[in-house]
C-alpha cells in the first residue's frame, strides 16, 4: 500500500487571546469614565448663588432636592412629604449623624423648604446643609 502524503496534522492552539479582552475592557472604561460624572444627582433646580466656598466630601451624603412647583426628591426619587423620614431612616437606620443635604430652587416656597428642614431636625439629623450655587466672578 502505497504512503499517502498528508499534512502533518498541527496540534490545538492552546494559548488564549487576550488582545480582544483587553480592546472590549478599554472600552468598557472608556465609556464607564464619560458615564460616571452624568450619573449625579439629576433633578433640575436652579440653586440660589452665594459666596460660600465649596465643601469636599468623601461620602457621598443624602441629597433632598426640591423642585421650585414643590416637588420634592429624595436622591433622584420622587418622594411625598409625609414619606421622606420614614425612607431616610430606612436608608440610614440609626445614624443621625450623616450629612443630609437640601438642594431647593431658588424659586420654591420657603414655607416648604423650611417645612423640610424641620422635619429633618425633629428626626434627630443634625447635619443639615444647604446647597447653593458660587456667585459667578
Do not use: C, W
Not at 472604561?29 to 450619573?39: D, K, N, T
Not at 459666596?51 to 423642585?67: C, D, F, K, N, Q
Amino acid at each position: 500500500m502505497p504512503r499517502s502524503r498528508r499534512k502533518p496534522r498541527r496540534k490545538p492552539l492552546s494559548e488564549i487571546n487576550v488582545t480582544p479582552i483587553v480592546d472590549v475592557m478599554l472600552v468598557l472604561l472608556i465609556v464607564f469614565m464619560v458615564a460616571a460624572p452624568l450619573m449625579v444627582v439629576g433633578i433640575p433646580v436652579d440653586l440660589p448663588k452665594t459666596g460660600a466656598a465649596p465643601m469636599r466630601e468623601e461620602v457621598e451624603p443624602l441629597t433632598i432636592s426640591i423642585r421650585a412647583d414643590g416637588q420634592t426628591y429624595l436622591q433622584d426619587e420622587d418622594i411625598a412629604l409625609s414619606d421622606l423620614i420614614t425612607r431616610m431612616s430606612a436608608i440610614l437606620g440609626e445614624n443621625r449623624e450623616a450629612r443630609v443635604y437640601v438642594r431647593a430652587d431658588g424659586h420654591a416656597d420657603y414655607a416648604l423648604v423650611a417645612d423640610v428642614m424641620a422635619r429633618l431636625q425633629q428626626a434627630g439629623f443634625r447635619h443639615i446643609g444647604l446647597v447653593t450655587e458660587p456667585l459667578e466672578s
